[in-house]
């Protein structure tokens, strides 16, 4: 009874430490700002497009392949962009936030 108190305690230090660590450095740091869904392009034509005029704007953007997910049901978007300025990149873009319905 003694070894398996000692085996799930130093299992939890072995692999309970490194968790805690991680999570405790990937919480946001003050001042900075999170990542937000910008849109979704249909292909990677449309994608490099969007992401060479935000670069070209100093915006940093990030593309996440989603066209691969079945979970996700049946989408016509094959990439997810997401920044961290939405402002600035939907006037890059030329776009204007959905208006969302409300109930």
Do not use: H
């Not at 996700?72 to 936030?97: M, N």
């Amino acid at each position: 009874m003694v070894d398996l108190l000692v085996f799930v305690v130093v299992a939890g230090v072995i692999v309970g430490g490194p968790l805690v660590w991680l999570l405790l450095r990937s919480r946001p740091q003050p001042g900075t700002k999170q990542m937000v869904l910008l849109g979704g392009a249909a292909g990677e034509a449309e994608l490099s497009v969007w992401v060479a005029a935000l670069r070209s704007a100093g915006i940093s953007a990030r593309a996440q392949n989603v066209g691969d997910f079945y979970s996700r049901g049946s989408t016509p978007y094959s990439y997810e962009i997401w920044v961290r300025d939405e402002e600035r990149a939907r006037e890059v873009l030329g776009c204007r936030r959905a208006k969302s319905i409300a109930g």
